[in-house]
């Protein structure tokens, strides 16, 4: 396995982990994974842009806040309703 490789399944398994921390309620790994250097940027989809490390922190704590209030069985993906051609009646 070359550097970059290695690099990058580390990388992968540790992002993975700490989503599924924040799934749990923890944001402390992915937290740790960000940079806190400005200028730091998020734009999440379900809340204004968060400028700045206080404000990305906060946004990341409180995403964990909210998934740690749901019990397990609401993370479920639910599965997607086969939609159904029009049919056609008539001579075309």
Do not use: C
């Amino acid at each position: 396995m070359s550097e970059l490789e290695d690099f990058l399944a580390r990388t992968l398994q540790r992002h993975a982990q700490a989503t599924t921390g924040v799934r749990n309620g923890d944001a402390t790994a992915i937290i740790e994974m960000l940079s806190t250097r400005d200028p730091v940027t998020l734009f999440p989809a379900a809340q204004p842009a968060k400028r700045g490390w206080a404000e990305v922190s906060q946004a990341f704590q409180r995403v964990a806040s909210l998934y740690s209030k749901r019990h397990a069985g609401h993370l479920r993906p639910r599965r997607r309703r086969r939609q159904r051609r029009p049919r056609l009646r008539g001579r075309l």
